[in-house]
């Protein structure tokens, strides 16, 4: 850990760069994938996070899900140096279980949280909080976390982040998003008071943000992407397709390829996959060495049919439709972190932090929905299962 004076130093130069537990229910097998090796070191690839010159591994460690400290520093020794939490993560106890494993090898790496506070007060609190709880005196990014509308950003929260920066506790400031991109980026874009973008992103979602990400690092901001597994759904699908790609689906699942596809695109810096144990430490690791070939293409085809009527593709077309005011985006991801994460205490969490009046609403009382997903997510059906489940 730097000493303050050291610490002002880079800071300083930073700051003249300009402005990121239910199984599923299918009941079939999850794939079990090589197990590590443990020796050698996989062939790292490193990209610069737009204008803040930061060199990251284009495949970070989204630390959100994990509770074992051993894979975090596994992954260290691997070479990986992006490490994301935040805040909010397993009700504070993310960051600190990260600040352990980090403890000793902080300098050499590139640290982000985040904050959902509403108030410039809080955020800087809760910025307060994360450091200590990080055991570090600054954080390398700090993300304003998941906004949807550009009126979600306010002036006391920007506030927040400039006081930060010049208290010498962030380096960048940041935006995460989970839906809504098409109305927020080109926000975040023209307002300049951003350095890094944390979004969502990942091949049930096609093309149809590549015109942004592009615009985006051209703007100079740096590019995360999140949710790029596509919900965590492991199971293997039971779809009609070629024999080969079910045995592949089988074998390794279609995480292998959801990551590779994810960091195809030169757009994006780098990814944020979460990581629980060292099996999948591995496979990720392997991820950034491969190409992305039509193999991969395929497997991602036949994982696209089963998600396609439980996974929201984060599109917010659905918003404000429902006539019960449900935000059904929201509700369909924190399903997912249950089903597809295995993180029901914080899906649920999630779910009663909901106003009490959406809370209570039971799809079964309306007739007819009026949400139709334009990407065939069965609406009715897995809002009866997210209020079943967690209310």
Request: net charge positive; glycine share 8%.
């Amino acid at each position: 850990m730097p000493d303050n004076s050291s610490r002002r130093n880079f800071l300083a130069a930073g700051l003249a760069l300009p402005a990121s537990a239910l199984a599923a229910t299918t009941g079939l097998p999850s794939p079990k994938p090589a197990a590590p090796t443990g020796t050698a070191k996989p062939s790292l690839q490193f990209r610069t996070l737009g204008k803040t010159g930061l060199k990251v591994t284009s495949m970070g460690f989204g630390c959100m899900v994990t509770s074992d400290p051993v894979v975090i520093a596994q992954a260290v020794e691997m070479g990986v140096n992006f490490f994301d939490t935040a805040r909010v993560y397993q009700g504070g106890n993310n960051e600190r279980m990260v600040g352990a494993a980090l403890k000793g090898k902080r300098q050499n790496l590139i640290l982000s949280s985040k904050t959902l506070a509403p108030t410039k007060e809080g955020a800087l609190a809760h910025l307060d909080t994360s450091l200590k709880e990080l055991q570090t005196d600054y954080l390398d990014i700090w993300y304003l976390h998941s906004k949807s509308k550009p009126e979600h950003v306010t002036d006391e929260l920007l506030e927040a982040q400039r006081i930060a920066k010049q208290q010498g506790k962030i380096r960048f400031a940041g935006i995460s998003s989970h839906v809504g991109h098409r109305e927020l980026i080109p926000a975040v874009i023209k307002s300049g008071k951003f350095d890094v973008l944390l979004c969502s992103y990942n091949f049930t979602m096609g093309h149809t943000i590549d015109d942004l990400l592009e615009q985006t690092r051209a703007a100079g901001i740096g590019v995360v992407a999140m949710k790029v597994f596509a919900g965590g759904y492991k199971p293997i699908p039971a779809v009609k397709s070629d024999p080969e790609v079910i045995q592949r689906l089988h074998r390794e699942g279609a995480m292998f390829a959801a990551l590779k596809w994810a960091m195809k695109n030169k757009h994006v810096d780098t990814t944020i996959p979460s990581i629980t144990d060292l099996d999948q430490l591995d496979e990720d690791l392997r991820s950034m060495s491969s190409p992305f070939t039509p193999a991969d293409e395929q497997v991602l085809t036949a994982q696209l049919e089963f998600l396609r009527p439980r996974y929201c593709r984060m599109c917010n077309s659905c918003d404000g439709v429902c006539a019960q005011g449900l935000p059904v985006a929201d509700v369909l991801r924190f399903l997912m972190y249950a089903e597809g994460y295995g993180q029901f205490p914080m899906a649920r969490e999630n779910f009663l932090a909901m106003p009490e009046e959406l809370r209570n609403v039971r799809c079964g009382d309306c007739s007819d929905c009026t949400v139709k997903c334009k990407n065939g997510v069965h609406v009715k059906e897995r809002l009866q299962r997210a209020q079943e489940i967690f209310a």
